[in-house]
């Protein structure tokens, strides 16, 4: 497709009108937009190596996108122990298994096991499952789990408990 027709096809990111002429590609807070000429003193204009053989379909503006790091955080379903690395070694060497065989069985690289054993990675939820299961372990912090430090039966005392009781020394 000819470049001139393709821009003319366009529309600018930014206000929505047809792009008149080539694009420009700015970037904003981050984000890299095509935009008309106009709108181009908005952003940091930014420099794109020229891309060969890419076919384009009419009235799509071409932006790369960049890949947000992955957070393990977002994968999980609760919050996981602190010593998951100590439990998940703890089960592997009672069963009498190296990493390697740890790794088999769950399907996974036995560098992962070690990065994890050590506690330089935090399992996936996927991994953490497959873990829980062939180690018969528990990695999520629940309910049940977590005794009260006060011991039990025993009241906590909360920031609106300290409020209260110096507002009634008064």
Excluded at 33 to 59: D, F, M, S, Y
Excluded at 97 to 108: P, R
Aim: with cysteine.
């Amino acid at each position: 497709m000819n470049i001139k027709l393709f821009a003319r096809l366009m529309q600018c990111e930014l206000c929505g009108a047809p792009i008149q002429g080539s694009p420009k590609t700015i970037q904003i807070e981050g984000a890299e937009l095509c935009v008309c000429v106009r709108c181009a003193k908005h952003g940091t204009e930014v420099q794109q190596p020229r891309q060969r053989g890419i076919q384009n379909k009419p009235g799509f503006a071409v932006t790369q996108t960049r890949k947000r790091p992955r957070d393990v955080f977002d994968l999980m379903e609760g919050e996981i122990v602190e010593d998951y690395a100590d439990r998940i070694r703890f089960a592997r060497e009672e069963r009498g298994w190296s990493t390697l065989d740890l790794a088999q069985k769950v399907k996974e690289r036995e560098v992962l096991i070690r990065k994890i054993e050590k506690g330089d990675l935090i399992p996936e939820d996927d991994l953490r499952k497959k873990l829980e299961r062939t180690l018969e372990i528990r990695l999520i912090d629940s309910a049940e789990d977590t005794t009260p430090a006060s011991g039990p039966g025993r009241m906590t005392m909360t920031v609106g408990d300290v409020i209260a009781f110096k507002k009634s020394r008064k």
